[in-house]
């Protein structure tokens, strides 16, 4: 009887020790199975305040850094109606607008190009219409619009803009009085990029070509962003028709 209670004894403990290990087991697996969900979620986590209105409502993601980093260039003031304050707070914001450019273009966001942050769509829908265009098609294959090199500005100055230009453009809305000019060059390359087949280049200017543009627009704030510049319309410098406004 001793050896037969002994066995049942044995047996009873082992099937203890089975159960014990499986609850730890279980419990081990239950705390690691949360922590990879606890990680998987955390790595998805929504963007929140600034970032999350630059997500929704601009396409602007990863979130770019607040100030917005900016090119360093001289600012000239060929205005002396104004001060050099608001030429600063003219140039700040047509250098944002650039900034800003570029992180939608790298971003492939057409939703920042419909938004109303460096033009007005209701107003000028056209302004970056071969913009939208270009990541629309490239989308469509598959692939993606790459900024393969970005043209240098070396230089900006902010102008009085004549009433015959302000008006020519013929908009509901009218350019303010000063405008900016923008001495840039090359060489800057976009090209839609698609797995197994060759760029295409659909925006190019060559290493050494420059220009000079007027441009014309607004100052305006869009939700989650500092002021920015809102394109109106441009005009070559070398055109008759400025009046001479670049070299005011």
Do not use: K
Not at 40 to 46: L, Q, S, T
Not at 50 to 76: I, K, N, S
Not at 95 to 121: Q, T
């Amino acid at each position: 009887m001793s050896s037969e209670t002994d066995r049942v004894t044995e047996t009873r403990a082992l099937r203890w020790r089975e159960r014990a290990w499986l609850a730890v087991g279980l419990a081990l697996l239950l705390v690691t199975v949360g922590g990879v969900i606890a990680y998987a979620n955390a790595g998805r986590a929504r963007p929140t305040g600034r970032c999350a209105t630059l997500a929704e409502r601009y396409g602007l993601t990863p979130c770019p850094p607040d100030p917005l980093p900016v090119e360093a260039v001289p600012v000239r003031n060929l205005d002396p109606a104004i001060s050099a304050e608001r030429a600063r707070q003219i140039a700040d914001a047509y250098l944002r607008s650039r900034a800003l450019y570029y992180l939608a273009i790298a971003g492939n966001s057409d939703a920042f190009f419909h938004a109303r942050v460096i033009h007005l769509p209701d107003v000028s829908p056209l302004m970056f219409d071969a913009e939208v265009r270009h990541i629309d098609d490239a989308r469509s294959r598959h692939g993606r619009l790459v900024l393969q090199s970005r043209a240098t500005l070396r230089g900006l100055r902010v102008v009085p803009l004549p009433e015959a230009l302000r008006a020519s453009l013929g908009t509901t809305v009218t350019p303010m009085a000063d405008a900016v000019v923008v001495d840039v060059v090359g060489p800057e390359q976009q090209v839609i990029r698609v797995p197994g087949q060759p760029d295409q280049p659909v925006s190019t200017l060559a290493a050494g070509d420059s220009y000079q543009l007027l441009v014309g627009g607004i100052l305006l704030t869009a939700p989650g962003l500092p002021d920015t510049f809102a394109e109106l319309g441009e005009w070559e410098c070398l055109d008759p028709d400025t009046e001479g406004a670049c070299l005011s």
